[in-house]
């Protein structure tokens, strides 16, 4: 079963477009895969991190 897909929308600089969209284009897959698994990778390695963790757990009691 698919997971439920949100919409988002945001203003990023036209430089880092560019090179996503180089990017995507040498790995053949749609931008918003590639966004997809770089946000993904990126909230995986923070969870890794034991400052991180300590600070998420402290936010979330609030």
């Known amino acids: ?28 897959i749609p931008r918003t895969q590639l966004l997809i698994d770089a946000l993904e990778n990126k909230l995986d390695e923070l969870a890794a991190e034991e400052t991180f963790r300590r600070r998420y757990r402290c936010d979330r009691a609030r």
């Open 1 to 28: 079963m698919s997971e439920e897909k949100t919409r988002i929308e945001f203003d990023a600089p036209t430089s880092l477009v560019d090179r996503v969209d180089t990017v995507a284009e040498v790995l053949d």
